[in-house]
């Protein structure tokens, strides 16, 4: 009887495993994911990844591998930062960075792209038996908020991630037919970030509902498009409506993030900073040195719950 078997009768019970929620993946005798150029013949999946704790996802292949460099520094780990590999280097869909118990990947944008990359990373997972996984998605946003609340630079943990309506919902079609999901985060983690980023310089930070949408102008209501169907004074009635139903931020992945790490027992949290208040416009245009250090505020957070949770401060 090998581990795997004793895990899948139970034998688990002490630490949170990762469930897929899948019948015939059990049946399959390899199990190839394609866009990480990963596979159960072809890699040792729990001797390489059986240690993760904490998986942080965000859109930018850069970003991610600077957040990779970063917590290595921030971990005092061995070797030369500089020197970290990209484990999916087999493909340029997304990008892989493991340092430590951390895993730093890259979603690209939109839910079609990070949906395909979570089906991947909860199977891998899984496949290497890991246990207890906090799961993170650190990323930009435009923010809904009067002057301070969301000015950009906020750092916005999510309390829900909402839909277009303003509902906690996620709607996938399957099969010709739409399914519905509940889009619930873990309480717990955002309060516990809300309450380190009170001890960090600098970092002003706010909990509200985060709306996911997919498409940047339009669907966001941006009147700076290609199209634009719609007038100034309908776009600010839409994003006041937002504003009362809670909504402090506007992006483009947290419904199906949070939809999938809940189905398959993975705790998780979105943090973004605001690049822009929506209220004042559409355009970014703050200068790049502006919107780099902005993009570090969520990484400087997140960093700092991963080395309270490993004792390191
Ligand atoms: C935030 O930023 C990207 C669009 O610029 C998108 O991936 C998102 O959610
Ligand atoms: N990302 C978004 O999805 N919207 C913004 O306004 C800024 C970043």
């Given at each position: 009887?090998?581990?795997?078997?004793?895990?899948?009768?139970?034998?688990?019970?002490?630490?949170?495993?990762?469930?897929?929620?899948?019948?015939?993946?059990?049946?399959?005798?390899?199990?190839?994911?394609?866009?990480?150029?990963?596979?159960?013949?072809?890699?040792?999946?729990?001797?390489?990844?059986?240690?993760?704790?904490?998986?942080?996802?965000?859109?930018?292949?850069?970003?991610?591998?600077?957040?990779?460099?970063?917590?290595?520094?921030?971990?005092?780990?061995?070797?030369?930062?500089?020197?970290?590999?990209?484990?999916?280097?087999?493909t340029?869909r997304?990008?892989?960075?493991?340092?430590?118990?951390?895993?730093?990947?890259s979603?690209?944008?939109?839910?079609?792209?990070?949906?395909?990359?979570?089906?991947?990373?909860?199977?891998?997972?899984?496949?290497?038996?890991?246990?207890?996984?906090?799961?993170?998605?650190?990323?930009?946003?435009?923010?809904?908020?009067?002057?301070?609340?969301?000015?950009?630079?906020?750092?916005?943990?999510?309390?829900?991630?909402?839909?277009?309506?303003?509902?906690?919902?996620?709607?996938?079609?399957?099969?010709?037919?739409?399914?519905?999901?509940?889009?619930?985060?873990?309480?717990?983690?955002?309060?516990?970030?809300l309450?380190?980023?009170?001890?960090?310089?600098?970092?002003?930070?706010?909990i509200?509902?985060?709306?996911?949408?997919?498409?940047?102008?339009?669907?966001?209501?941006?009147?700076?498009?290609?199209?634009?169907?719609?007038?100034?004074?309908?776009?600010?009635?839409?994003?006041?409506?937002?504003?009362?139903?809670?909504?402090?931020n506007?992006?483009?992945?947290?419904?199906?993030?949070?939809?999938?790490?809940?189905?398959?027992?993975?705790?998780?949290?979105?943090?973004?900073?605001?690049?822009?208040?929506?209220?004042?416009?559409?355009?970014?245009?703050?200068?790049?040195?502006?919107?780099?250090?902005?993009?570090?505020?969520?990484?400087?957070?997140?960093?700092?719950?991963?080395?309270?949770?490993?004792?390191?401060?």
């Open positions: 009887v090998n581990m795997s078997t004793l895990l899948s009768f139970g034998y688990d019970y002490i630490k949170e495993p990762v469930h897929v929620k899948n019948p015939y993946l059990s049946t399959m005798e390899e199990d190839i994911l394609y866009h990480f150029s990963l596979g159960t013949k072809t890699h040792d999946l729990p001797q390489m990844f059986g240690d993760i704790k904490f998986v942080c996802v965000g859109g930018s292949a850069n970003r991610m591998k600077a957040f990779a460099q970063f917590i290595h520094h921030e971990l005092s780990l061995p070797g030369n930062p500089n020197d970290i590999q990209d484990i999916c280097e087999g340029d997304y990008c892989m960075y493991k340092v430590g118990p951390v895993l730093s990947i979603h690209g944008m939109g839910v079609p792209s990070i949906s395909i990359m979570l089906h991947e990373l909860i199977k891998l997972l899984h496949h290497a038996q890991c246990r207890d996984v906090v799961l993170f998605r650190l990323g930009t946003s435009g923010g809904v908020g009067k002057k301070l609340e969301s000015s950009s630079g906020t750092v916005v943990i999510t309390d829900k991630a909402v839909d277009y309506s303003f509902q906690p919902k996620f709607e996938q079609v399957v099969l010709g037919k739409v399914i519905t999901r509940s889009t619930e985060l873990d309480e717990g983690v955002s309060n516990e970030l309450q380190y980023s009170t001890e960090i310089p600098n970092l002003p930070t706010v509200g509902n985060t709306m996911c949408t997919h498409d940047f102008y339009e669907g966001q209501g941006r009147l700076d498009g290609a199209l634009c169907s719609f007038s100034h004074e309908e776009k600010l009635e839409y994003l006041r409506k937002a504003y009362d139903a809670g909504v402090r506007i992006e483009m992945e947290s419904t199906v993030f949070a939809a999938m790490c809940r189905v398959c027992g993975l705790k998780a949290a979105v943090i973004c900073v605001t690049l822009l208040n929506r209220f004042e416009g559409d355009q970014i245009s703050s200068p790049h040195d502006v919107l780099v250090e902005y993009q570090q505020r969520p990484q400087i957070l997140v960093s700092y719950f991963i080395k309270k949770r490993l004792g390191l401060i």
